[in-house]
């Protein structure tokens, strides 16, 4: 039950382009291992303007 | 033999339905068979068509490195597990085009949309998604316009550009004006929409400082608030002093739209964009879920004819014949070009592996057909003659009771004026005469379905504001994110010319561009809203056009492609529905222009009253020479977008010929993909 909820989390966040803050950190690990992640608000804050910067083309009608 | 026994089973089903709903005559049809026969045949097409294009036309490798695996950067390329992904993807392309189109399509009746829908997004609108994303996936997730210039060459890749610019204007003013004409002398429904800016304002906050990054529990905290506007409402649009505070005209709710569109779309995205954002999606997903629950538990008969007389044009929703308006007019749903730019926007950069792409780019076109599907269920199992007296411009019934009633009874639709009385007053509004534009009428066939199944009839006018608000607020949040995206691609265009226009260190250009943007749709939501004719009557139809000529364009770089692959043999499978949106589309647009019939085309509705003018004489529905003149310029702006709308896909299909004769001459492939060898991880 907890890892359908878990699931439906998951899904809920990238509806709206919200990172996984625990799939960052596994990259950053594994591919960067000596610099320092950004810290999950700073992160959530990158993805915000991202997304809605305007440069992604926004949504559909 | 015994693992295809299943999917035959469905497809008999599939087709029992649809005979149910094509060959009934004279009683009821009840609205779960148009629903039993789209999903059986959504699944046979996932399992056969979709499959046949994976393994056959793309050859989708599953041990290719997608985007995600070999530039994955924690940010914008990160391998996603494709349920997350699904509900990405889906979120993104669902709006409000597939809940309008449909609604506005039943004048026909529920048969030819139902059919359109089911063909259409089967065999063009989920193969444009799947072959677009597939193309983008497997060059690094690059955008609609860059894959055209690096298959197509530098001009075709500007005028695409220039050709969604456009498009995103025209969008944008329609999706304004549906709000315009859902708001208009409604203070109810404008109370809670105004409540939307100060709750998502408080949202922002609340993500940016308090607890940031808590979309889940500042969702609940604004839907809280949300439901407690649409209740609080009530009473405010009773008060004395605040009911006529919030009524609002046409002229001036375009102008507060207008004035919102500028200020909100240079604010920080997370004060007022962000958080609305979350609303919206939650909101959205949350109210189609309900719907299709609703209809299942209600099942209700289908009251709209199965074909109306509607079908030879003449009719007052929108004009024109079925062939090719039907086609133009249930866009998004059965197939949209504005999903290319989604296919090769983000989710392209998150897929994990070739192999989820089936599911992503033709699954979620087919679950977006389904939300189409309810809409023409909602509007078809409402009373003609209540769809008619709401979707019928004033000019043609009137604008009271009486009067609409008789208008309607002599189109065929019997209805009496009480009961069209009776229907605004259930659902809490002034009027329901000549709200066009879809979303009231969905509005009143969601509270219907709603109230069936929770509250019974006293709560009819909640859930009907419920669906004003749903609705309302994600087309706001459309118009808030397409006009920075629209801001983008000005930027990139004004480039062309003035090199510099591209700097982001200074904010003049940025400023320029958003104010250019806004004018633009500005400009088009005025003259819609001012349209003596009704502004749907006349947008919708350009939007239809523009949307789908940008699904052929981006089906023809498909095709394009396929050539360059040297896979010319499978390239039918785009070139077919390439044929038929260039045959509906460029009719549509030529009867647009050239029509002489005054209803269809724009130059002989222009010429029909300029002549009048120079007589001195005033056409109804002109009430003054100032608006006949404003008729004449409206049609003539109108029909100089449609011709450079057709001077685009005209100009591409150019482009794209050359590009496959000259693949053709060669005897390997051209296609610029990233190959497979060079595709693993740097």
């Known amino acids: 039950m907890s890892a359908f909820l878990t699931r439906l989390r998951q899904i809920a966040r990238a509806m709206v382009g919200a990172p996984d803050y625990d799939a960052y950190l596994r990259h950053m690990r594994e591919h960067h291992p000596g610099t320092s992640p950004l810290s999950e608000t700073q992160l959530f804050r990158e993805r915000q303007e991202a997304r809605y910067g305007g440069k992604n083309g926004g949504k559909c009608c | ?33 148009i629903v039993v026969a789209a999903v059986s045949s959504f699944l046979v097409a996932y399992r056969y068509y979709a499959l046949y294009i994976a393994r056959h036309v793309m050859r989708l490798d599953p041990a290719r490195p997608t985007p995600a695996i070999r530039r994955a950067d924690g940010m914008d390329y990160v391998a996603t597990d494709r349920t997350v992904l699904f509900g990405h993807h889906f979120a993104a392309i669902a709006g409000a085009g597939p809940l309008v189109g449909p609604v506005l399509a039943a004048q026909m009746g529920y048969l030819p949309g139902t059919l359109w829908i089911i063909a259409g997004v089967v065999l063009a609108g989920a193969v444009q998604d799947f072959m677009v994303l597939f193309i983008s996936m497997r060059r690094d997730g690059k955008s609609l316009g860059e894959l055209i210039r690096m298959e197509m060459g530098q001009v075709a890749g500007t005028i695409a550009l220039f050709g969604a610019f456009m498009i995103m204007v025209i969008i944008l003013a329609v999706l304004a004006l549906i709000v315009v004409k859902a708001l208009a002398e409604s203070p109810w429904g404008m109370f809670t929409v105004a409540a939307t800016v100060p709750l998502a304002i408080f949202m922002g906050v609340y993500t940016r400082w308090i607890r940031p990054g808590r979309i889940g529990e500042v969702s609940v905290l604004g839907l809280v608030g949300l439901l407690a506007a649409i209740v609080y409402g009530q009473s405010i649009a009773q008060s004395p002093f605040w009911g006529p505070a919030f009524t609002f005209t046409p002229v001036q709710l375009c102008w507060i739209l207008i004035g919102y569109g500028a200020v909100a779309s240079v604010l920080p995205v997370w004060l007022l964009l962000a958080p609305r954002d979350y609303l919206s999606t939650f909101l959205k997903i949350g109210a189609i879920a309900a719907l299709a629950i609703g209809i299942v538990i209600m099942a209700p008969p289908l009251k709209m004819h199965a074909v109306t007389q509607f079908v030879d044009g003449g009719g007052p929703v929108w004009s024109g014949g079925l062939f090719p308006f039907l086609f133009i007019t249930i866009a998004c749903g059965a ?71 008789a208008a309607v009874t002599s189109m065929g639709f019997p209805i009496s004026s009480d009961l069209i009385l009776q229907t605004a007053k259930d659902v809490g509004e002034h009027s329901i005469i000549s709200r066009a534009g879809g979303a009231p009428t969905l509005a009143v066939a969601m509270a219907e379905i709603f109230s069936h199944v929770v509250g019974g009839p006293a709560m009819k006018a909640f859930w009907y504001h419920f669906a004003i608000l749903f609705e309302a607020l994600f087309i706001l949040t459309a118009v808030d994110a397409g006009t920075r995206a629209g801001r983008f691609m000005l930027q990139d265009l004004i480039a062309l010319a003035v090199p510099g226009f591209k700097d982001t260190t200074s904010p003049i250009p940025g400023f320029v561009a958003t104010g250019l943007c806004v004018a633009a749709w500005g400009f088009f939501l005025h003259q819609g809203v001012t349209d003596p004719l009704g502004g749907v009557n006349t947008l919708w139809p350009v939007f239809g056009i523009s949307n789908q000529m940008l699904a052929a364009i981006a089906l023809m770089l498909a095709t394009a492609v396929l050539f360059r692959m040297k896979r010319d043999r499978y390239a039918w499978v785009t070139m077919a529905p390439t044929a038929w949106l260039l045959i509906c589309t460029v009719s549509a647009g030529w009867l647009k222009l050239f029509s002489a019939d005054a209803k269809v085309g724009f130059l002989a509705h222009a010429a029909k009253f300029s002549e009048a003018a120079g007589r001195g004489e005033v056409l109804a529905p002109a009430k003054s020479m100032a608006e006949m003149e404003k008729i004449v310029f409206n049609d003539r702006t109108d029909a100089a977008l449609c011709a450079i709308f057709l001077a685009v896909v005209l100009s591409l299909l150019f482009f794209t010929i050359r590009t496959c004769l000259a693949a053709r001459r060669t005897d390997r492939p051209t296609a610029q993909e990233i190959p497979a060898a060079m595709a693993t991880a740097e």
């Open chain 2, 1 to 33: 033999m015994a693992r295809h026994i299943p999917w035959i089973l469905i497809a008999i089903v599939g087709a029992v339905a649809l005979a149910m709903v094509a060959l009934s005559r004279g009683e009821a049809v009840n609205a779960l068979w």
């Open chain 2, 335 to 405: 197939v949209s070009g504005f999903h290319a730019l989604i296919a090769s926007g983000t989710t392209p950069k998150l897929i994990a592996s070739e192999g989820d792409a089936r599911i992503i780019g033709y699954g979620a076109m087919l679950m977006e057909a389904f939300v189409a599907i309810m809409a023409l269920v909602g509007a078809s199992i409402l009373d003609p003659g209540i769809y008619f007296t709401m979707n019928s411009p004033a000019a043609v019934i009137g604008t009271d009771a009486a009067s609409a009633a």
